[in-house]
């Protein structure tokens, strides 16, 4: 069973970064591919990002394509989104999964087994 709490949200302008972290306890993530999803009031959750469990092999949804990036550190049991050049359509509530065996990372929400309770990205024109 793994926990993940994300953590690095918050209200910014249009143009700036933001980082986010997620951290794992209760299992190591070494055997897990990872994933951001985003959900946005009254729409669904949908792929942000994916990594591997390798960590070699990376998707990005093409919205985010060339402006955010995902990492993970095995040693800390964590993952990152950084996330540049912010638009008001990326404001949502981010959420970090865990797929167990991800060879090749998912980016459909039915292909991850854990979920952070996600946080809080706002944007501002």
């Known amino acids: 069973q793994v926990q993940l709490v994300e953590s690095g949200g918050g209200l910014v302008q249009a143009g700036a970064s933001l980082r986010l972290s997620c951290a794992a306890s209760?299992?190591?993530?070494?055997?897990?591919?990872m994933g951001w999803f985003r959900q946005a009031p009254g729409k669904e959750r949908e792929f942000v990002a994916s990594?591997?469990?390798?960590?070699?092999?990376?998707y990005y949804a093409d919205s985010v394509q060339g402006r955010f990036t995902i990492s993970r550190d095995d040693d800390r049991n964590t993952v990152s989104l950084q996330m540049n050049s912010l638009k008001p359509e990326d404001t949502a509530i981010y959420y970090c999964?865990?797929?167990?065996?991800?060879?090749?990372?998912?980016?459909?929400?039915?292909?991850?087994?854990?979920w952070g309770q996600g946080t809080q990205v706002t944007v501002s024109s």
């Open positions: 999964a865990a797929q167990w065996g991800g060879v090749v990372p998912g980016t459909a929400v039915v292909q991850y087994d854990y």
């Open positions: 990594v591997s469990w390798t960590g070699d092999t990376s």
């Open positions: 209760g299992d190591t993530l070494k055997s897990y591919a």
